[in-house]
């Protein structure tokens, strides 16, 4: 399977506070979020998607997080469709660096084997995050049956008026897909 690639909501979300990047803390990520506004670029080949196709929630997890979001799968015919995701990552002995932790009961977790022993020759997905300055930064690497690749890297960035999200999907023969947005706390 090749759905395990977040979509630019996965391209998480800051906080709208004034806090200098060496404030922020993954904390500052929680809630939930709404796209507001969103571009996509790659013509015909890119999914079609609207603001509220960012929208994503962070929540609490052990020292970690959980992000619910929307993830891109491919299709056998090569289109690219939004699908639900739901995936938990745990901190690590690298400050600011998280593995994704299978077994939580996620979707994912029963997809994808422990990020530390995960092999994507055999169809394992690596998908981790890392918060550095004031970007949270989630990456997803697979590889298909064919040995093709498809590497995912979203971002999240605080801003003044809610928070900054870019998603850039590569595979091979660099056909890349990105889709960045807009989003702002719920309730705000």
């Given at each position: 399977?090749?759905?395990?690639?977040?979509?630019?909501?996965?391209?998480?979300?800051?906080?709208?506070?004034?806090?200098?990047?060496?404030?922020?803390?993954?904390?500052?990520?929680?809630?939930?979020?709404?796209?507001?506004?969103?571009?996509?670029?790659?013509?015909?080949?890119?999914?079609?998607?609207?603001?509220?196709?960012?929208?994503?929630?962070?929540?609490?997890?052990?020292?970690?997080?959980?992000?619910?979001?929307?993830?891109?799968?491919?299709?056998?015919?090569?289109?690219?469709?939004?699908r639900p995701m739901d995936a938990t990552?745990?901190?690590?002995?690298?400050?600011?660096?998280?593995?994704?932790?299978?077994?939580?009961g996620s979707l994912l977790s029963s997809?994808?084997?422990?990020?530390?022993?995960?092999?994507?020759?055999?169809?394992?997905?690596?998908?981790?995050?890392?918060?550095?300055?004031?970007?949270?930064?989630?990456?997803?690497?697979?590889?298909?049956?064919?040995?093709?690749?498809?590497?995912?890297?979203?971002?999240?960035?605080?801003?003044?008026?809610?928070?900054?999200?870019?998603?850039?999907?590569?595979?091979?023969?660099?056909?890349?897909?990105?889709?960045?947005?807009?989003?702002?706390?719920a309730g705000d």
């Amino acid at each position: 399977m090749t759905w395990r690639h977040l979509i630019g909501a996965t391209a998480l979300l800051m906080s709208s506070s004034s806090a200098s990047a060496a404030e922020v803390a993954i904390e500052d990520f929680f809630g939930e979020w709404r796209g507001v506004d969103l571009s996509v670029d790659h013509g015909a080949q890119a999914p079609k998607l609207s603001p509220s196709d960012l929208d994503i929630t962070i929540t609490d997890e052990d020292g970690g997080f959980r992000i619910r979001a929307l993830a891109l799968h491919r299709e056998p015919d090569g289109t690219l469709v939004a699908r639900p995701m739901d995936a938990t990552f745990a901190p690590t002995e690298a400050p600011g660096v998280f593995a994704f932790a299978p077994g939580t009961g996620s979707l994912l977790s029963s997809l994808f084997a422990d990020p530390a022993v995960g092999n994507p020759l055999e169809g394992d997905t690596l998908l981790w995050a890392r918060l550095q300055d004031a970007t949270l930064h989630v990456y997803s690497l697979a590889i298909d049956a064919g040995g093709g690749y498809a590497l995912q890297h979203s971002t999240g960035r605080l801003s003044e008026d809610g928070m900054a999200t870019r998603y850039e999907r590569r595979s091979e023969n660099d056909q890349v897909v990105t889709v960045e947005g807009r989003l702002e706390r719920a309730g705000d």
